[in-house]
């Protein structure tokens, strides 16, 4: 007698794997997504380091060199791009077309998805940063001599401007108004950032402000590393208020239909 073998199931990714790879494939299709998050902060800091105008220290930008003073304001920009203005455009479309309720039916709970959305735009932002970072410091920038606290900055950078997202999806009751929201939170946060002026160039006011705004706080916390600082512990406290208390407000306004 013989027995029939049956061919082994073939293997399958747990459910929350699966959809990230979904959703991170979803990503790379839109090239718009693709060029305003990735690409467009990279070329920046080619074209910064590439005029070697840039990479002498200024009076003007605080005895550091522009190169310098944008390499962490760029950084920034990656995950203030991707947490309010990619995040909540996506969710609330999901929303808006029933795709989150059907979720709530399947073995694939909504929850999930947002796990998912969280996990591909810091990951976006850690290899962009990254990438931005070996180049500054081939153009001559210099590196973050506090490591430590450069990493944990930009992980507090990422909870805070990942926690504004989530309360902008929460809110917005459409895909519509979450690109409005967006676009009138990003211009001031990047403005408090340095964008416009930098930091060394504000007057007391603004840099009093620049300093209790989450991308602010940012740039003090990775300059100082870069000058072989541990981050100030006032920057490192906003950057966790604002993770907090909007991580919990968005938790308890969220809706998933």
């Not at 996990?119 to 430590?148: C, E």
């Not at 504004?164 to 917005?172: H, P, Q, R, S, W």
Request: net charge positive.
């Amino acid at each position: 007698m013989t027995t029939a073998v049956l061919p082994a199931p073939a293997r399958r990714g747990s459910p929350f794997w699966l959809l990230a790879r979904t959703e991170g494939l979803l990503f790379l299709r839109s090239a718009g997504s693709v060029l305003w998050t990735a690409l467009l902060p990279v070329v920046a800091v080619v074209v910064l380091g590439i005029v070697p105008g840039t990479r002498h220290p200024s009076r003007s930008f605080g005895g550091q060199s522009p190169l310098e003073v944008y390499i962490p304001i760029l950084m920034m920009y990656v995950f203030l791009m991707a947490a309010v203005n990619m995040l909540p455009a996506v969710l609330t479309g999901y929303r808006e077309r029933g795709v989150l309720r059907r979720l709530s039916t399947t073995p694939v709970p909504p929850g999930r998805l947002l796990g998912a959305q969280a996990l591909i735009y810091l990951g976006l932002g850690v290899v962009v940063d990254a990438v931005i970072l070996v180049i500054g410091t081939a153009f001559g920038a210099r590196a973050p001599h506090q490591f430590a606290g450069f990493v944990l900055s930009l992980l507090l950078v990422a909870a805070a401007t990942m926690g504004i997202g989530m309360l902008i999806t929460a809110v917005a009751p459409n895909e519509k108004i979450a690109n409005a929201i967006g676009l009138a939170t990003f211009f001031p946060l990047m403005f408090f950032a340095g964008l416009w002026i930098p930091r060394a160039s504000m007057d007391s006011v603004l840099r009093t402000i620049s300093d209790y705004s989450p991308l602010g706080a940012g740039v003090r916390a990775l300059q100082a590393c870069t000058d072989g600082h541990w981050p100030p512990a006032a920057a490192l406290l906003v950057l966790a208020g604002y993770a907090i208390v909007c991580g919990a407000a968005a938790a308890r306004l969220f809706r998933w239909e």
